[in-house]
C-alpha cells in the first residue's frame, strides 16, 4: 500500500512517523514537516530565517531524491511559520527551489512547532 522513504540526508523523524511516504503506484510521495535540521550534526541551522528556510527545503529535496523526484514535482507545498512576519523572507528562499508553475501552496502562523522551531515546511510531490 505505502513505502517508507528514508535518507541520512534529511533530518531522521523525531517520532513514529516517515521521512516520506511513496503511494502504492509510485506516483505521489508525501514528505513530512521538515525543520531547520542540519541531517549532519542533527542540530538547527544557525542564522536567520532564510537559511533555516534553505536548509528545510533541502531536506525535502534529499527526500524527494531517495524517491527518485526532484522539487519539480512538488504540486502542494506548506508552510507553517512561527512568526508570520517571516513570510516574505521565506518567500525569497522559495523562489530559488521552485519554477513556475509553481506547485499550490498553505501558508500558516502557528503557536509552536517541534522543538520551538521556527518553521517547518512539507511537500506533496507527483511523479
Known amino acids: 500500500m505505502k513505502t517508507a522513504i528514508s535518507t541520512n540526508n534529511a533530518p531522521a523523524a523525531l517520532g513514529p512517523y516517515s521521512q516520506g511516504i511513496v503511494s502504492e503506484q509510485g506516483k505521489t510521495v508525501y514528505v513530512s514537516g521538515q525543520l531547520a535540521i542540519d541531517p ?24 524527494l531524491k531517495e ?29 530559488d527551489f521552485f519554477k513556475a508553475p509553481f506547485p499550490a501552496r498553505s501558508a500558516f502562523a502557528v503557536a509552536a512547532l517541534p522543538k520551538n522551531a521556527n518553521l517547518e515546511i512539507e511537500a506533496i510531490a507527483v511523479g
Open 40 to 63: 549532519e550534526t542533527g542540530n538547527f541551522v544557525e542564522g536567520c530565517i532564510r537559511c533555516q528556510a534553505r536548509q528545510s527545503l533541502t531536506n525535502i529535496s534529499n527526500i
Open 67 to 95: 524517491a527518485g523526484m526532484t522539487m519539480d514535482n512538488v504540486v502542494k507545498v506548506t508552510v507553517l511559520l512561527k512568526d508570520i512576519n517571516d513570510f516574505a523572507a521565506v518567500n525569497e528562499v522559495y523562489a
